[in-house]
């Protein structure tokens, strides 16, 4: 008997032929992404074996106690293949040997690759057969390993998680403040005194403002007069009515608004007001100012005791520079807006959009490109200034940021939108881009619990990247 020859054209070696007429070319032994690609040409002559043999050709991959067979081929000689047909044993891949001329036969496939696959080496096993079923096997390990790819990292795609604004009634506000200025003994508001035309203009153009949009239905009229803490409490109240109730009648005898809308209070001595302007300013004493205010009721000697500090100077400093920012009117307009639909909000969103509900916006962000740049500006600018504290904004801001990799502002977002299951699954997000998949897998499990659907795509995310860093490692070793 001759030998076989098995001709391998990647690594370049062969073995010593066994069977006349019979040669394997390896083509491909190699990993490919997630598989082992074994591809090889049998090349069998008319001639390869006797009529009353057959040979078994198996290909095996062995590394350690790992040993996997790869599909082989058999060849047969015409006796030995009559009589196992008659016999049904057949094998299912098999080469007929009546042949006229040389003939070639393709075998590939892929199987799973395994991390063992790195070391493992090729051996071949022939398995002659002859008459009375005598057999010889022979075995050749080869000096070859598998052909191995360059692996870069997985790189992980977190979906992040939306959500949809409930409708809303729209309930908007307008405010501001008066200062207004009146001759001594009188309370009735002269438009042309000192700086009232500058202070009543102001109130003007906001009345008119919302009284000449169509689409808004005022609800109330809230005003509140203020006075500073000089004098008497008695006085500073009766003062701080009077300014409120002209504010309320000047309004009324200019606009046509039903006076049932009105509601009129007053503060008698603004002493919250002067604790804000006394915090942010840097005048001296201004710790005894503080602890004074606090400590001191206002019947009780408070201002008396502000007074005798240092002489009086910094309650003079205080007359002078702080108390008349308190004598004032603050007023504010509540009303509501109707409905708008997709075209309508565009055209509101160019001229008023705090008159939009955050579902409108969201409708009209949806209604555009996804993740263009009308879609993030909406999410990210439009929507955060008008709804700054509610949650739901919050969230939808920082998908948008985490899906366009700025993870800082994301998470300054994500920390004002509550634990909803998709604020859940966007931190999860937060901590699988950074890494940390304990923490990301925790985040998406209770996600996925409380209903969010994102998060069992990204809890397969975060499967794929713990199975890819343990092949890393092995990678590293790698030459």
């Given at each position: ?10 690594f ?84 007929r ?16 690759y ?25 075995r ?34 307008r405010?501001?403040?008066?200062y ?31 009284m ?7 609800q ?34 200019k606009?046509p608004l039903?006076?049932?809308?009105f509601?009129?209070s ?41 007074m ?6 910094p309650?003079l ?12 009117v603050e ?16 055209v509101?969103?160019q001229?008023?959009?705090a008159d ?17 740049g ?30 366009g990799g ?24 937060m ?49």
């Amino acid at each position: 008997m001759k030998r076989l020859i098995i001709i391998f054209s990647i690594f370049c070696f062969c073995l010593p032929a066994m069977c006349q007429g019979l040669a394997f070319d390896i083509l491909d032994l190699k990993e490919d992404n997630d598989s082992l690609l074994f591809r090889y040409n049998t090349l069998v002559t008319p001639h390869a074996v006797r009529t009353g043999q057959s040979l078994r050709i198996t290909p095996m991959l062995e590394s350690g106690n790992f040993v996997m067979a790869l599909p082989g081929v058999t060849v047969l000689g015409n006796n030995r293949r009559r009589v196992m047909k008659r016999m049904k044993h057949l094998p299912d891949e098999y080469i007929r040997t009546n042949i006229c001329s040389d003939t070639v036969f393709e075998t590939a496939f892929r199987i799973p690759y395994k991390l063992w696959m790195d070391s493992a080496s090729l051996v071949v096993e022939e398995r002659l057969t002859g008459y009375r079923a005598r057999t010889t096997t022979t075995r050749y390990r080869l000096n070859n390993s598998v052909s191995l790819s360059t692996r870069a990292p997985y790189e992980v795609s977190p979906v992040v998680a939306f959500i949809l604004p409930d409708k809303e009634v729209k309930v908007r506000h307008r405010q501001g403040k008066a200062y207004l200025d009146f001759p001594v003994g009188r309370s009735v508001i002269l438009p042309t005194y000192r700086r009232n035309p500058e202070e009543l203009s102001k109130i003007d153009d906001a009345l008119r403002d919302v009284m000449g949009n169509s689409d808004v239905t005022i609800q109330g009229i809230y005003i509140e007069g203020y006075a500073s803490p000089e004098g008497t409490y008695a006085s500073n109240d009766r003062l701080s009515k009077a300014r409120a109730e002209a504010l309320r009648e000047y309004i009324v005898s200019k606009f046509p608004l039903n006076s049932s809308l009105f509601k009129v209070s007053n503060v008698a001595e603004d002493w919250d007001g002067l604790v804000e302007l006394v915090n942010a300013s840097d005048m001296a004493q201004k710790e005894q100012v503080l602890k004074i205010i606090e400590t001191i009721g206002i019947f009780d000697g408070r201002e008396s005791a502000l007074m005798r500090l240092n002489g009086g100077v910094p309650y003079l400093l205080m007359l002078k520079e702080m108390f008349p920012e308190l004598r004032r009117v603050e007023y504010q307009v509540d009303y509501t807006v109707k409905d708008y639909d997709l075209p309508k909000t565009l055209v509101v969103l160019q001229k008023n959009p705090a008159d939009l509900s955050q579902l409108e916006l969201y409708n009209l962000a949806f209604s555009s490109e996804k993740w263009g740049g009308d879609f993030n500006r909406i999410f990210v600018e439009v929507i955060p200034r008008y709804f700054s504290d509610d949650a739901v904004a919050n969230n939808n801001a920082a998908a948008v940021l985490i899906q366009g990799g700025e993870l800082a502002t994301a998470k300054r977002f994500l920390q004002r939108a509550g634990q909803s299951a998709a604020a859940l699954n966007n931190l999860g997000v937060m901590h699988l881009l950074g890494g940390d998949l304990e923490e990301a897998e925790s985040c998406f499990a209770k996600a996925r619990d409380a209903g969010c659907n994102e998060s069992i795509a990204n809890l397969e995310e975060v499967k794929a990247k713990r199975d890819d860093n343990k092949k890393q490692e092995r990678y590293k070793n790698r030459k």
